[in-house]
């Protein structure tokens, strides 16, 4: 008997294997060590779709390549809504650019026709790419330079999916979740000097922590004394 592509994949995996679940079950399902693992809640962080409202403010974070992709991600920043069930400076990712060897005028193009008629506060982008930065500029799309900081950014992307105040809607950031549930610490992160490093493409979650960290995070009102 011929065994098929499913059944291949099923041996080749193992049926119980996290990859085998999460990309041929359909299953939404972290790699043990994942980085966000203990954070991330799709029953949480995963909203259906609606029309962002023309008043909120949306930004964008960029990461650069060529060779490896080129990622925007576009945020609204929310006002609180019944209706919507929105909070006021929720951070709703509703749109995703990735893609691989294009030219900076073309992902200039695309960032630009994809954002026509919406509210772009600010964009930022990777500082490290002066040149790149300066070139969208010059292509008409005014970035500025993002906060880097791994640690606190990692530290604050968490922060805001275990409150909510971070979110995606629904299919319009696949890259984005694909790389978030792949991404996990290196195996030898309790090393000495080695608790920062991880495995897996980073692309998307370089440019998810550039966005978080251009916002300050929301505090809970002040409780005044009776």
Not at 59 to 70: A, E, L, N, Q, S
Not at 80 to 96: F, G, H, P
Not at 151 to 171: E, Q, T, W
Request: with cysteine; glycine share 8%; proline share 5%.
């Amino acid at each position: 008997k011929q065994v098929g592509w499913f059944e291949q994949l099923a041996i080749f995996y193992g049926e119980d294997h996290p990859a085998f679940r999460e990309q041929y079950l359909g299953e939404w399902t972290f790699y043990h060590g994942t980085v966000y693992g203990h954070d991330f809640d799709p029953d949480r962080n995963v909203i259906e779709p609606f029309d962002i409202p023309p008043e909120w403010r949306r930004m964008r974070g960029i990461d650069f390549g060529y060779r490896d992709p080129f990622v925007c991600l576009w945020a609204a920043l929310a006002e609180d809504s019944a209706r919507l069930r929105t909070r006021r400076n929720e951070m709703i990712l509703y749109r995703e650019h990735y893609q691989s060897g294009r030219s900076m005028a073309e992902h200039a193009a695309i960032m630009k026709r994809r954002s026509e008629g919406e509210q772009i506060v600010y964009t930022v982008a990777d500082s490290s790419e002066q040149q790149s930065i300066a070139d969208l500029r010059r292509l008409g799309v005014p970035a500025m330079d993002a906060n880097r900081d791994r640690r606190a950014g990692r530290m604050l992307v968490g922060d805001l999916f275990r409150s909510g105040y971070l979110k995606f809607m629904r299919g319009t950031c696949p890259n984005t979740l694909r790389e978030l549930s792949f991404y996990r610490w290196d195996r030898d992160k309790d090393k000495e000097g080695a608790k920062e490093l991880t495995i897996g493409d980073d692309h998307a979650m370089d440019a998810l922590r550039y966005a978080v960290m251009s916002r300050p995070q929301p505090r809970p009102p002040e409780r005044r004394a009776v």
